[in-house]
């Protein structure tokens, strides 16, 4: 048995020694993994809350000014460059700013220009462009410019009937920045404006529907008072007027600019002077240039140009035109025709006008480029001339497509390479400057173009090579164009062309030779005139010419004063060139009066005769021309019509239109109308309308002059009725508790506050009754009080002691009346008040802690008391999404430590309470600070509103994490004794 027994026990021991080692590796194994699971939880829950960091950066900064504190609350902007957006906030205390959560990129800081609560203005300002990275802080400081507003403009604006105009806007433009305000009417009843503003120079623009836009420059240096008139039928601002020679020459092809630096350039050429005009789009000062030939420019630098006509007299002197400009040009072939060079050079005179520029009309170029690139002072720098070349150098280097290819023969040319260049001869170093009458200056500049053989081209005996010369836009001095012609081996020039017609086409054609050398050929190409004869009789003031249309032909017929001295002038061009060789023979009504290309002749008499010149040409032709010469020997005749008993700012409409001539050319009106207006003048006023602003009577002149200079003066008596209302003012003056006596004029009184244990004292003594032409000023007759809230009515100049029923707004209404029963009414509002109260403002409503569900924050608020007396009876209030939720202890904070619970005047200081949010989602914060002392209408800055996103907890998020590894877990084990019991 025991033989049996015995391996059966060896059988079990080789069994289970194996069994246990699975047994044990298997617990191991299975440890390891449920550290793993746990372990790998873990780090799933250290993602879960890394992925909650903040990933965007932060921009931060200070606005600073010299000597002062930036307020809070002026706008500053974040620029985002790459997706070119606007992000703004508000300057905090001592002109902090900050931006969260910005996204990395490139950004500006822009302080934009404003104003800040009627006392300063800020000028614009720009940072420099910064780098924003994730998770830093970004520093942007800027500096900016202040201006205390310690003047006013104000006025009225009002339509041409006096009546208020709907919808009206005053907008003020600084000159020199981009500071501008836009302000409504102050009072829609009167049509009173008041805006504040600081010293410098600007435009008020008053624009209304229906109507035109009206603009007024202005310098303001103290209180400006400015009245508009806004009328839907404004005339247009014309400058009339006649150009001499101070030698008594008469200027033609006169080239007329008026230079506005807001609205732009305006051109009108008039080709035969001395009379010109322009229009201006409206009035405003203006720089007026008027050039003709074979004279200086005239020059006037401040012309105020309204809504009349401006006349005026200039007179210039003569100069000699330096000599045309020149533009040289050199072609040249390479071998076998494979390339082409072409060097142009080009100078610029003194006189060259250049087209591109706004000024190329004037005809001075260092004026033109004064007025085009620099600041219109009359002095040409080194700078501008800098300007001008790089101008140049773009115009230039702009080659159209045009000219990229060039035919030869049928064969294209493309061009491969191009250069420019251009040479000043003065002004060579910054610093230098010289008047633009007395610079002498002449411009060089290259340009030169390689060209290439598009394709191959078989030779032949001859080609024809054609020179296209375009024409360039020129007023007042010619141009040469010389071209030098460089050709191949083998050929020649076999003609020569003198005279060539610079806008079309001449072929000059070349054969072939058995030459070693290139030939030289040369080219001039110069203008060239028709042959004819024209009858010229030089004007001045007393010659005057108009041209005669009869049968299609247009004649000049010329009108002479009496007993005038006129230099008579042939223009005689030969098509042959010999001009130098002709028979000039001069005849009045068929008698003969002088000989030569040039004579002077006395004209006397009165009426029509026939001038006649002859000229005899070499070869034996006469040819004639001839003009009607009307003498006048009387000065224009009538009556002066129109309305002679108007109203003050009555339009009274006068009428010279019976006036005759025996010329019937009458050349010029002037009516002065005595008041200390200007004359309105001009060569069709024949009709004039005039306002008198004041009463009285009038001797109103007219002078009256035909188109040579005969004249007489007339006279006519207008009289103007008073129909002025007088000038209601008055002051409001009371005594405080301290015996201080207080004085408000009613052009401040808006709204100021008294109280009501202060009687006052209204008195009407500054008023007046406005002054006729030749009065002193009137006196006014009655005054009647109006307090319309308490129904009180007094009559009299002062009203003593007057004391008001209780707190609230009472307005205060004035009639004063004259002698002949004008009247006119002012009111204005004052507020009638318990005494001085605390006057809560909040800012900078913040939250700090963790924005979930249960979990406790901090709300912050900055308040700041601008109240007279100080706050202690403060009650802080909290609403959520618009219902209360009961806030019952809040602490006093200043400078980081607590404080009592008292808001001193102009202290602030920073209230906290702490809030517990039970739900997650988004919700809108209300938070209300009062006093029980503060009036409810001081109270619109009391409430400040935050938007919140509350999160739910933490453990919410990660405890799915946790749940994923502790199933595992579970199954592992559950298996793992599952296979135990099995086993």
Known sequence: MSAVIQPLDDIMVIMEEPYMRKETVGKIATGLIVLALVLSGLMVLQFGARADERQEGRVEGIISIEDATIPRGLDVNLIDLYENKVHSTETSRGGYFRFEDVDSGYYRVEFPSQSYKEQHVYFRSRSEIKEVEKDTTTEFDLEVERRSLDYTINGTVLDEFGEVVDDTQITVADLNSDHSKTAGLYNETSGEYRVAIYEGNFTITATAPDYPEVMHEVDVEEDVTLNITLTDDLETPLVTGYLWSVDGGVNTNLRVTL???????????????????????REGNYTLVIDSDGYLPYFDEDLFVSGDEITMIGRTDPVERSAEEHIHTTIEFGENWDTMDITRERSYQPDTMIQPMDYSNIGLLALQIDLAFGDGDLELDYNELQTFKEELEYIESNIPSSHRLIQVDGVSYRLVDYEFDIDFPGLEQEGDSVN?????????????????????????????????????????????????IDLPNGYERTNFVEHVDITG?????????????????????????????????????????????????????????????????????????????????????????????????????????????????????????????????????????????????????????????????????????????????????????????????????????????????????????????????????????????????????????????????????????????????????????????????????????????????YTISLNATDEHGNYENISRTVRITLGPTPDLELSNLRTSGEKRTNEELTVSVNVTNFGDIMAENI?????????????????FEKDGEETNATIDTNEMKVISFTWTPEEDRDMTLNVTVVDAEEPEELRVDNTLQLDLRIEPPAWRRYIIYALVPIVIIGVTVGLYFYKEKFQ
């Open 259 to 281: 230079y506005h630096e807001v609205m732009g350039v305006f051109h009108e050429t008039v080709e035969q002077g001395p009379y010109f005009e322009i229009a201006a789009p």
């Open 436 to 484: 633009v009458f007395e610079m002498d200056m002449e411009i060089h500049s290259t340009s030169s173009a390689e060209y290439e053989l598009v394709h191959e081209v078989s030779p032949e005996d001859s080609h024809d090579l054609d020179l296209y010369l375009q024409q360039n836009y020129v007023v007042g001095n010619y141009r040469d164009y010389s071209y030098e």
């Open 505 to 809: 086409f001449t072929t000059v054609h070349i054969d072939t030779f058995d030459g070693t050398e290139k030939t030289h050929v040369g080219l001039t190409v110069q203008l060239s005139e028709p042959g004819e004869v024209d009858l010229i009789l030089e004007e001045d003031p007393r010659v005057y010419r108009r041209e005669i249309e009869e049968n299609d032909e247009v004649t000049d017929y010329y009108i002479v004063r009496h007993d005038t001295n006129v230099t008579c002038t042939a223009d005689f061009i030969d098509p042959v060139g010999s001009e130098e060789d002709a028979i000039y023979t001069w005849y009045l009504d068929g008698v003969e009066i002088g000989t030569g290309e040039e004579i002077n002749h006395i004209f006397v008499g009165s009426g029509e005769k026939e001038l006649v010149v002859e000229v005899e040409e070499t070869g034996g032709h006469i040819t004639t021309d001839e003009v009607t010469v009307f003498v006048d020997n009387e000065a224009p005749t009538g009556e002066i019509e129109g309305d002679f008993n108007v109203d003050e700012r009555e339009e009274a409409s006068l009428s010279a239109y019976n006036f005759t001539d025996d010329s019937g050319e009458i050349g010029y009106y002037q009516w002065n109308f005595t008041d200390g207006s200007d004359p309105v003048e001009g060569p069709e006023m024949y009709n004039v309308t005039h306002t008198f602003e004041l009463h009285g009577t009038y001797n109103v002149s007219l002078n009256i002059t035909d188109v040579v200079g005969n004249w007489e003066i007339y006279e006519q008596e207008i009289v103007v009725n008073d129909v002025t209302p007088p000038v209601p003012l008055f002051n409001l003056t009371y005594q405080t508790e301290d015996e201080e006596n207080v004085t408000i004029y009613s052009d401040d009184l808006a709204g100021d506050r008294i109280e009501q244990r202060y009687p006052v004292t209204l008195d009407a003594s500054e008023s007046y009754d406005p002054a006729g032409f030749d009065d002193e000023i009137g006196e006014v007759e009655t005054f009647t009080w109006w307090i319309e809230e308490d129904g009180f009515e007094y009559e009299g100049m002062i009203l003593e002691d007057y004391e008001f029923d209780s707190i609230g707004e």
């Open 875 to 891: 009650d802080v209030r909290l609403s959520v999404d618009g219902e209360v939720v009961p806030i019952t202890e809040w602490t």
